[in-house]
């Protein structure tokens, strides 16, 4: 596929404990980390899905001033940003072993209309919802 | 996380301490997962690590609502489900959903909906039993974060509404 979405954003309140979260918890891959002076620009990967790469992004110089970042901050770590989806081949399977690691999770697994769906956080405020895909 | 350009916190809106913010969302997070437990301020004090008076302030300006008061939105939005989807009877609904007597239950169902739970059930009834509705029914229900009956039961009960009209409805 040579068009479509490349890179979708999160903003993190810090991108090392971001970076450590989604690849050595979740089991994604870095993409891309470079930094540029006080950027970052911080990318990983499901290891299923080369083609998209979610990006995590923190707010502040010298994309925002102050008060926007200090705004973004407060509503990440709020919950108020909007829902992200991981599908699983087993969601009761993929819960036992992310709590294993320390994962937040805000919703154990329940069944419904036949399908199995659990929700966690990152150590932002990101909530995922994490759903078992239809067999 | 503070840092000199910080807003003034006597402005209209103060701003709060990211790293506060999401110890006081566990403590809603916690109150979504469990809306029928007991969640006095003393308990989601604990879970944000803050003193009490501290969380009840906070959780406010975080939130918009008194933590009380959004625990209860959540019981009712979950009784509300109940009504619809399943026939247990209203007072097994306002235990299941953490009331210890159906008069308060009534009363703050009311306040919150305008409407009683029977008013309530009754009109999801009138929904279901229009097939024309029902895929928007079972979209909404697939949607509520507090659902936790199977498919299969619910449609099991939706036949039963359906295929015998004589019943009594309304307890």
Redesign the interface.
Known sequence: MSQGIQVIGLYV?DQDEALAFYVEKLGFRVHTDVRNGDYRWLTVQHPDQPGLQLGLFAPGPPVH???TA??L??I????AMPPLVLIVDDCRGAYERMRARGV?F???P?????KVDA?F?D???NGWKLIEARR | ?G?????DPRSERA??D??L??R???A??RM??ASHEHWPVRRLARVSRVSEAHFARSFKQ??GVPPHRYLLTRRIERAVALLGETELAITEIAFRTGWGSLGTFGRIFRDITGESPGEVRARARATLQDPGRVPAC?LSA?HR?D??????EKRRRAADVITRPKRKEFP
């Open positions: 309140r001033d102050a008060a200090q705004t901050r407060e990440v770590a709020k919950g937040e805000t919703q154990e329940i069944d419904r209309y036949g929700g956080r150590p932002s405020g | 996380m840092s000199p350009d910080t807003p701003s709060q990211p790293e913010l999401r006081l969302l566990r809603k997070d979504d997962a975080a939130f079972v697939a974060p659902l936790r009956i199977a498919v299969s």
